[in-house]
């Protein structure tokens, strides 16, 4: 395995870049400790300790224990028990005000412990207090001599309000007079130490001296642990009390000034003021937000005008969404005039307007859209676009300013020979696949591929004149005797069906007139024939069976593996004959629909492959794919 070498970390050279020095550590210890002598809460000075290494180093020395030992007797609500011998003054602190995980759904919580004794911790919950008292306490029942004497070195809850048991929920519930309960995992410890001690008598004798000791020293700790969790209930009342009365007054300081009450509670510059009095269970006044009102009203209004802003940005979202409903129901009903892409449809005066509005009450865009007069106005405005679009397309056939008073001609742009390309993207829609270009229905609806989407909406003048397309369809319909400017031009185009033959490819190919200007595109200028008769009775072509067996479909990935396509360009040949100008060589070339493919592009430079390059030499079953043959 190669050596990696980890790049080095650089220390930042720019000096916005290092570390601000902490200016309170320059200050000489003495005016520290005065205003740490102000906080009146132990929680405050082990604050300010974990800092960082220079705090911690000062104030957990012993000299430094006047200013916890006055803090602890000077706090609210009332003065600190004192603390065992097992503390210092600083690990008192921490053990009375420090954080945790609760032991049975493991969330950090602030709470103090809930017995002290136990060092037990939960995050309040009821239903996490019951789970660890079920799970995690026990209360020995059987009282043989032994259990007596572990009970009495083991630690238990100094009061019934330290766990969650209903049978313990009596005024006088504390230590010793309540039933005592042990930590599971200690107890059953405890009593095999025991058990094991109990095969020697030696043994045996140490470990009940060493029960005795520990009994006495628990006798000693437990009033102290009692004395503190009393403190913790009168600290939690008084919490409580203060943080309701705070509320109280924000509440009608807020209906005082004319805020809104959860938008002043979410003001940094008030929140972190109420919380901060929470915290040390000081009232908050009115001085107390004189300090602050300039920027608590800055904050309020710029919370104010993003939520009004995000409302609208909501309400928008709403009437455009139903507004691309609207316009996927319309493109549903297959209108026979085409519609534009989504972008341009919301630019159409109505829909602009309808999508502006916010929804309200009174006005619903669901309902405004389907009115009959939205539906009036619509299609007028959706007529005006079309006008317009089809006098620039035609300006780009070379049809500049047409006009004509004649209702029996054509406009340029709705001829048969009228084929438009896309001059950004070469995406066509399916629709216009075979083809590979675009009438006016599909010039109108056309849509850039992705990646040219975002950067233009559609515009005419993206749109050139297709001239291979156009030229191929020309020829074919002078051939054909058509008049192209004729409403009746299109059937009698269609009517011409499989006759058309193309004079530029080597084989002797036959396509149908609507084929055609898909195949132009193979030639620089296609040359063709009309037939007198259709003269592919016996190997027909299938419209659109090229692009059904390339798509996706997973009946398709199973026909193609089907060895029953022809090539057209080794079968069919020409000849000198007017009357019969093509005829089969008797040389099928079948292949799978890849190997075709592969066959047609290494042998006769056809890349893209369409319905009159190949035959089926057998039938294709679409509904069963699994039984095609």
């Not at 004794?117 to 207090?129: E, F, M, N, V």
């Not at 008292?133 to 009495?152: D, F, G, M, N, V």
């Not at 106005?377 to 004649?406: D, I, P, V, Y």
């Amino acid at each position: 395995m190669p050596h990696i070498r980890k790049k080095a970390k650089t220390k930042p050279t720019d000096e916005d870049e290092q570390p601000k020095p902490c200016y309170i550590t320059r200050l000489p210890f003495e005016l520290i400790a005065e205003v740490l002598l102000y906080t009146q809460s132990p929680k405050d000075v082990l604050a300010l300790a974990r800092c960082n290494k220079f705090f911690c180093a000062t104030l957990v020395k012993k000299s430094s224990d006047y200013i916890w030992r006055y803090t602890r007797t000077n706090c609210r609500p009332g003065p600190l028990p004192e603390p065992l011998q097992i503390f210092t003054e600083a690990s008192y602190a921490a053990f009375v005000f420090d954080e945790g995980k609760c032991e049975e759904c493991g969330r950090e919580t602030k709470l103090m412990y809930d017995s002290f004794a136990l060092r037990i911790r939960t995050c309040g919950q009821t239903q996490c207090r019951k789970q660890f008292a079920k799970t995690k306490l026990t209360a020995p029942q059987a009282q043989p001599e032994y259990h007596r004497i572990i009970s009495e070195s083991l630690l238990v809850p100094e009061h019934a309000n330290c766990t969650h048991s209903a049978s313990y929920l009596y005024d006088n519930a504390a230590w010793p007079n309540r039933q005592k309960l042990y930590r599971t995992n200690e107890w059953t410890a405890a009593v095999q130490e025991y058990l094991d001690a109990s095969h020697s008598p030696e043994d045996l004798d140490a470990e009940m001296e060493r029960r005795v000791k520990m009994a006495k020293r628990i006798s000693l700790m437990m009033p102290s642990f009692l004395e503190l969790f009393k403190w913790k209930e009168k600290y939690d009342i008084a919490r409580a009390t203060n943080k309701a009365a705070n509320e109280a007054f924000a509440k009608i300081l807020a209906a005082k000034v004319g805020y809104d009450y959860w938008d002043l509670m979410q003001a940094p510059s008030y929140a972190r003021r109420h919380r901060g009095k929470n915290i040390t269970l000081e009232r908050v006044t009115d001085s107390d937000y004189r300090m602050i009102h300039e920027a608590v009203e800055a904050e309020i209004l710029k919370a104010s005008e993003a939520r009004k802003q995000s409302k609208h940005e909501a309400e928008y979202r709403q009437s455009r969404e139903i507004v691309e409903k609207h316009y996927e129901r319309l493109r549903c009903k297959r209108l026979e005039v085409p519609l534009p892409p989504l972008a341009s449809f919301r630019k159409i005066p109505i829909i602009h307007t309808i999508q502006t509005t916010p929804p309200s009450p009174e006005f619903d865009v669901a309902k405004q859209l389907q009115t009959p007069l939205v539906a009036t106005l619509l299609k007028s405005e959706l007529s005006a676009w079309r006008n317009q679009a089809k006098n620039a397309l035609a300006a780009t056939l070379g049809f500049a300013n047409w006009k004509s008073a004649s209702s029996k001609r054509l406009h340029p742009v709705d001829r048969i020979n009228a084929h438009f390309r896309c001059k950004k993207c070469a995406h066509t829609e399916n629709k216009y696949k075979e083809d590979g270009c675009f009438d006016f229905f599909g010039a109108c609806s056309h849509q850039c591929s992705k990646k040219f989407r975002g950067k233009r909406e559609w515009n005419v003048t993206r749109f050139l004149k297709d001239d291979k397309a156009c030229a191929a369809v020309s020829k074919l319909a002078d051939l054909g005797s058509i008049n192209t400017e004729s409403p009746e031009s299109i059937n009698a185009f269609e009517a011409l069906d499989a006759r058309v033959l193309c004079n530029s490819c080597t084989a002797a190919i036959v396509l149908q007139s609507s084929a055609v200007a898909g195949h132009s595109h193979r030639h620089e200028d296609m040359q063709m024939s009309l037939l007198l008769t259709p003269i592919l009775e016996k190997h027909p072509l299938t419209k659109g069976l090229a692009l059904r067996l390339m798509g996706p479909e997973d009946r398709a990935k199973v026909l193609r593996e089907n060895k029953i396509y022809g090539c057209r360009h080794c079968l069919q040949v020409r000849t000198t004959s007017t009357e019969k100008p093509m005829q089969e060589s008797g040389q099928e070339c079948i292949l799978t629909f890849n190997g075709l493919r592969s066959h047609l592009k290494a042998k006769h430079k056809v890349v893209d492959l369409r319905d009159e390059d190949f035959y089926c030499s057998g039938p294709l079953t679409w509904k069963e794919a699994g039984a095609a043959t």
